[in-house]
């Protein structure tokens, strides 16, 4: 059954649903924050298709509902958190709340997390930095999804990579891609649907091309850009999985179903305070490109589709089964 609800009672019911499953009220909420805003903004594939499968996660015991993740300061520069298995978005929270004063006062700073958990729709998480005047960057490895270019077996995963920037007057410049030639969220949605997936997207387990969405979670995603997808899909490895201490995408579990121990798997976030970089060079140099891209026909800056979109929602409620 279908309703249509505002986006703040649509929120309040998502935390109710994860409160009655055993999370901790301020986790509840931070989850169907992030859950209902990226529907809002039409990422499906991180909103609420996600809903059945992090209840299937909880329940098992792969999330701790009940986690605090835990913070603390190696180095000046460094904010290293611990998501202490639970969902990530109370770990990525945390960082939005403390980042923007340490990068402001060492001009840049970094958020390692490990022991973490699917991050949804990672364009949403650096927005938040942007809005409080950062740049900001974030990789994040994902349970094995990629093969290397030329094998079959998936040692990478479909590894985000955002990366938002403050515009002047107007909502940040919001960059947000997975290595993948698509997220591996809109085949979970898709197979939820027992809908077929557009060829190119993914690789049986036998590395043919498939349009099966239950044959695609169970091979491989087609790296974007081929062989340089796969080279960026082992750089995001390295920098959200090796250097954070997280678990490689080959040793997570998935994201997916209650099967095996929890995921831990991590992300680096990285911000920087442009008043560091010499002056306020930012705001008049990125309007001016963005003027240079605006004035040719046909073209927009990345995100204005989503932008759209999260006005429509904010305006007339989000329309989905409940």
């Not at 990068?103 to 991050?119: F, K, L, Y």
Request: aromatic share 4%; proline share 7%; glycine share 12%.
């Amino acid at each position: 059954m279908s309703r249509t609800l505002s986006i703040a009672d649509g929120i309040a019911l998502v935390a109710g649903r994860f409160e009655a499953e055993g999370a901790s009220a301020g986790n509840a909420l931070s989850v169907a924050r992030a859950l209902v805003r990226a529907e809002a903004d039409g990422l499906k594939g991180h909103g609420l298709s996600r809903v059945p499968t992090y209840l299937t996660m909880l329940r098992a015991g792969k999330i701790d509902g009940r986690a605090t993740p835990a913070a603390s300061r190696p180095r000046p520069g460094v904010l290293a958190v611990d998501a202490r298995d639970g969902f990530a978005y109370p770990a990525i929270d945390l960082v939005i709340a403390e980042l923007p004063a340490v990068a402001r006062a060492q001009g840049i700073a970094c958020a390692p997390i490990r022991n973490s958990n699917h991050c949804g729709a990672a364009g949403l998480h650096v927005e938040a930095l942007a809005e409080r005047g950062l740049v900001a960057l974030m990789f994040a490895n994902t349970p094995g999804a990629i093969a290397p270019w030329g094998g079959a077996k998936a040692v990478f995963g479909t590894n985000p990579i955002a990366f938002a920037a403050p515009l002047k007057g107007r909502e940040p410049v919001v960059v947000d891609m997975a290595m993948s030639k698509v997220a591996r969220g809109p085949i979970a949605a898709a197979h939820q649907k027992g809908e077929a997936i557009p060829e190119g997207w993914a690789l049986d387990p036998d590395g043919r091309p498939t349009t099966d969405a239950a044959a695609a979670l169970a091979g491989t995603m087609t790296p974007m850009g081929d062989a340089k997808g796969a080279t960026l899909a082992l750089m995001i490895e390295i920098l959200a999985a090796a250097l954070v201490g997280a678990h490689l995408a080959a040793e997570a579990s998935s994201f997916l179903d209650g099967e095996g121990g929890p995921p831990r798997t991590g992300q680096l976030v990285i911000a920087i305070d442009p008043a560091a970089m010499g002056g306020d060079h930012l705001a008049e140099r990125l309007s001016t490109l963005a003027g240079m891209i605006e004035a040719q026909a046909g073209t927009r800056l990345p995100g204005q589709r989503r932008l759209g979109l999260r006005r429509k929602a904010e305006a007339e409620g989000l329309t989905a089964a409940w």
